[in-house]
């Protein structure tokens, strides 16, 4: 009976050697298993934290160009409403024209009740184009300047400066800081 007890115990006690070698093993091999899923994990986290950053790249290249976009849209608007009268102005100069060639002409008592109506519509349509920021450009007796004038004619006159504008034909017309027509003028030489 000793014996039994003895074996029996032995036998317990083997068992539990042996268990403890398997949980051992176990042990080992959960963490062999933990390691690798770490190692996934990390590789995993790594690329997402790229993708994050690809992602984060393109999307202030899109912010950047919505910007931009926007940005080019407001100019062009401020541009569309600053010159919005140009094509009007442009077509309405060669009535100014007429209107100036008839002022010019010689006035008697007859016509001068038709100079006054001519002069009250010419001074309206110059008011309202300045409104709209269309002016005209001086040219007589001023500096040849290529950018607003257009020289006709050269010719020498005695007592006059070199590039000195002395005579106007047809008179030019700014609208804001463009030229909308430049002066066609004699120069002297």
């Known amino acids: ?22 949980s051992d093993s176990e042990e080992m091999t959960n963490e062999t298993e933990t390691t690798e899923e770490k190692s996934e994990l990390e590789i995993e986290n790594e690329a997402l934290k790229e993708e994050v950053v690809k992602l984060k790249n393109d999307y202030f290249k899109a912010y950047a160009d919505a910007e931009n976009i926007r940005k080019r849209q407001e100019r062009d608007f401020e541009l569309s409403m600053k010159y919005r009268i140009q094509t009007f102005a442009d077509s309405i100069l060669p009535a100014l024209d007429n209107l100036e060639r008839a002022l010019a002409s010689e006035v008697t008592e007859a016509t001068q009740s038709y100079r006054d109506g001519v002069e009250m519509i010419y001074e309206q349509l110059m008011n309202a184009l300045k409104q709209e920021g269309v002016t005209p450009i001086e040219a007589l007796d001023k500096k040849f300047d ?37 002066s066609l003028v004699k120069v002297s030489q």
């Open 146 to 182: 290529p950018n607003v004038h257009q020289a006709l004619q050269v010719e020498e006159v005695e007592g006059v400066k070199p590039d000195t504008i002395v005579e106007e034909y047809q008179k030019g017309y700014m609208i804001k800081d463009r030229v909308l027509r430049a």
């Open 1 to 22: 009976m000793f014996m039994g007890k003895v074996e029996h115990m032995i036998k317990k006690k083997t068992k539990k050697n042996s268990d403890e070698v398997v």
